[in-house]
């Protein structure tokens, strides 16, 4: 009796507890309703494509001809990009992790495998290294062997500034880590930690004060512009701080590597290292791609971890357990040997109620990485992610050699971080001049041609056989900050655009290269935000043609009694309908797909119409373009604003020209179109399609209008743009009433 106990007890040893499991996202009747749906769809398309070309073939003059022309290429447009949306609605996976059980596998603190988090900033006025502090903070409070976390941050910025804050979260650290621990907080980021608890006790409120007396130091010297003698602490610190010559500046300046906080020395801390690389004129730095490998190097050096984050300044943790949940994949040996990378969607804090601009980017960071899991996986989302160090030099069966024996991922490093010889290979290794003639940026680390780095290494590291994994637990894990101001959210599309363009136009573009390497269905889900830019063709066309049309009482679609029109109403319905059950059914609400949905638009008008134009002119040589960093800090009036969900215009700016001539246009085609039914009651048949287009772009708009003429505060339209909207609109009314 005993021994089959025994027996039983010891096979149930050898069966590992699982680490985690798969489930399809959805249930499968609704995946089942998405095919037959995508089936009627498709042919409801292939449809309207056959009676486009009816109209082509038979043109009744050269205007419907031209008219033909310009909505049979928008719709061409609308069809593929639909067509690239749909891979990710085919096997949508949902996984769960069981850190509970990883137990069986680290019994001892050196049984985890060593972590190194990169935390990446650029600028310390747009990046205000308080917050950069934070997320740094948030990190090193991970529930994790302190002997085994390394906090690395890269400051493009170059900056004392964001060096002195360093220094001073390096003294807090040994505050706030051990209070996380003894109270078991979760919240361990010390600002959301403060706003979050409002209940005090008195070491609540030590901390507190010593919390605030950091932040006043760290304001003071950025308001400055320098940092006071007073607060340097140590022959140590001078030394750093001494670097900053009077030749410094933040694009020209020696590499900078401090060793802030050293686990060897004080067993309750993790590693910190400030990293500042070299720069100068001459040579590419090829921003935060360059970066992130000379952090690579700079770390392989110092502590050579097998699992690396990669965070922004902005993206702090949110939960101390969310490293485990990584090993639950990183130890399985059956998913870890092809593993290059787990992603965490990008989740925001501090969004308006109804998310005006729709920075969540519900699509791009959780419905298609859902998606895409279930083939070969998510793709890179730039902050957020623990690699494999392995994955960076070559595929799983095909190793690249780095050309430095100490930047092999499997070097073993003995000698202290803190050693000159490490100090000065650091130094080496984050030097401009390093890569010159190796394979950083092409065959080793993340990679270079494009502003979207992290959408282009993902890509290419499937491309040589890497897979990836989406993790997305109920507690979030990680928050960053959205851009809160129009200007800024269509800024950086743009310049995620350009970026795409740069891949779809390379040798490594999806449509080529893609379908080769990573199969059709992944090609076709990178090609979803590849085809962006193109959509600023087909809205133009929606957003002008039929109310210019409507103006001159010409009608463009089919009447209300003709059958093309319930073809016309099944696709616009069907696509605009589809999104909003997604949406609700993923707990938003109506208000907020709203405002998703009129970003779209307004993005077309903006950021990928601009994208476009600058792509072609650096591609004619013209001009070039950079990674322009998206601020992080707002101002009072600007912030209360945001909160009463207005949209923020103030700047004069050409990305706003193009939507507030739609908006001009729109009205006054709408005003027309109602002017022409109510003098003949007959038309309206006619002009139905028309007025619903311009009826929605007119609601859609309702926010410039008050930017235009309502409002008085700081962040309406201004009056420039008001005007030569305006102008425009004028110009495009007069061509249609010459062309209809
Ligand atoms: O030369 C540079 C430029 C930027 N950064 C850092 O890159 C990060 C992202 O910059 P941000 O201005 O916040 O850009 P976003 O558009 O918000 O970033 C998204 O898009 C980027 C790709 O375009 C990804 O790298 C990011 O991870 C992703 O969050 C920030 O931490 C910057 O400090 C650098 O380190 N060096
Ligand atoms: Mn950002």
Known sequence: ??????????????????????????????????????????????????????????????????????????????????????????????????????????????????????????????????????????????????????????????????????????????????????????????????????????????????????????????????????????????????KWTKSFTPRNHPPIIQVLSESSKNKDMPNLIYVSREKNAASHHHFKAGALNALLRVSAVMTNAPIILTLDCDTYSNDPQTPSRVLCYFLDPKVATNLSYIQFPQRFHGLSKNDIYASEYKRLYLFNPVGMDGLLGPAYLGTGCFFARRSFFGGPSSFEAPELSNLHPNHVVETPIKSREVLDLACVVAGCEYETHTKWGSKLGFRYGSLVEDYFTGYLLQSEGWRSIFCNPDRVAFYGDAPMNLLDAVNQVKRWVIGLLEVTFSKYSPVTFGVRSIGLLMSLSYCHNLLWSFLFFPVSVYAFLPQLALINGVSIFPKVSNPWFVLYAFLCLGAYGQDLVEFLLDGNALKKWWNDQRIWSIRSLSSYLFASIEFSLKSLGVSGFGFNVTSKVVGQEQSKRYEQELFEFGASSPMFVPMATAATVNLVGFGGGVIRIWRSRGVWEELFGQMVVAGFVVANCWPLYEAMAFRKDGGKLPPKITFLSFFLALLLCSFAAFLF
């Open 1 to 242: 009796m005993m021994e089959e106990h025994t027996a039983r007890a010891a096979a149930a040893a050898a069966v590992p507890l699982p680490l985690h499991s798969e489930s399809p996202h959805i249930s499968r009747h609704a995946t089942a309703f998405n095919r037959v749906f995508a089936a009627f769809y498709a042919a409801a398309i292939l449809t309207l494509f056959f009676y486009h070309l009816a109209s082509l073939l038979y043109p009744a003059s050269f205007t419907s001809f031209f008219v033909s022309v310009l909505l049979f290429l928008s719709d061409v447009v609308l069809a593929l990009f639909w067509a690239v949306t749909q891979t990710n609605r085919m096997i949508p996976l949902r996984r769960r992790e069981f850190p509970g059980n990883l137990e069986q596998l680290l019994k001892q603190d050196s049984d985890f495998p060593a972590l190194d988090v990169f935390i990446c900033t650029a600028d310390p006025y747009k990046e205000p290294p308080m917050n950069v502090v934070n997320t740094a903070l948030s990190v090193m409070a991970y529930e994790y062997p302190t002997q085994k976390l390394s906090v690395y941050v890269s400051d493009d910025g170059g900056s004392a500034l964001t060096l002195f804050a360093f220094i001073e979260a390096a003294r807090f650290a040994g505050e706030w880590l051990p209070f996380c621990r003894r109270n078991g907080v979760v919240e361990r980021n010390p600002d959301a930690f403060f706003a979050s608890n409002k209940d005090s006790n008195s070491e609540k409120e030590k901390i507190k004060i010593m919390y605030e007396q950091m932040k006043m130091r760290v304001e003071n010297a950025l308001a400055k512009g320098k940092v006071e003698d007073e607060f340097i602490d140590g022959e140590e610190e001078r030394m750093g701080l001494d």
